[in-house]
């Protein structure tokens, strides 16, 4: 009789996870006064260099797997790129402000940078993050964020306060003092803002004596 053994492999969901996502990424300050570190899932914490206690936390629901990290604006921000789990080929980057915990920008990035060309086309350098494209363009990463980070901005702002419509001026002739029709006097109004506009002053200023041409608004 012949025995034979099969070994199978039994593991957790969470040793799943560390298994594919983990990815071991630091970031130095330019100061030298931090060291920001993660494994890559989710969460991200902040070390003090000099005697290596743990300073701060951060865990970023938005992306499951980070791919870099860059100190920005005097190390007062963290920029973060990632990606999330609907999502896993477009990539998105999260500033968050280490000054204030809970308040982070998101934005997401275009064709440009994705998670199959990140290892060849982008650059890390103190305080900067460079794209390469394939005829050997160099374009920075944060100069790019500045920009959508306006644009976004000015969306916001147009949404809180919108530009008010044109006006859609009509007019009609003014009467005379008789009640008769004052064909040299032109009246405008704006038929959006108040459609059934009549005139309060009718007659001509007292002081001139001859007949003109009159427009009012």
Known sequence: MKLETITKRVEN????????????????????????FTRGIQSVKLYFLENGLES???????????????????????????SGAEDEENLKIIIW????????????LDDFLTTKNIST??????????????????TSILKRVDKLLEQKQLEEVEKSFPLPQPPDLSFFNGEKLDGGLDKRHTIYYDKITNPYFKPIVVEKEPWVLGDYDRQSY
């Open 13 to 36: 969901s969470q040793d799943k996870l560390t298994r594919k996502y983990n990815r071991n990424i630091f970031s130095v300050s330019k100061n030298k006064l931090y060291l920001c």
């Open 56 to 82: 701060i936390s951060k865990k970023f629901d938005d992306i499951e797997k980070i791919y870099s990290l860059e100190f920005i604006e005097n190390d007062r921000k963290l920029l973060v790129i990632g």
């Open 97 to 108: 402000d280490m000054y204030n915990v809970g308040e982070t920008e998101m934005i997401e």
């Open 121 to 138: 086309r982008l650059a890390r350098t103190s305080g900067n993050l460079l794209q390469i494209d394939d005829k050997g363009n160099i």
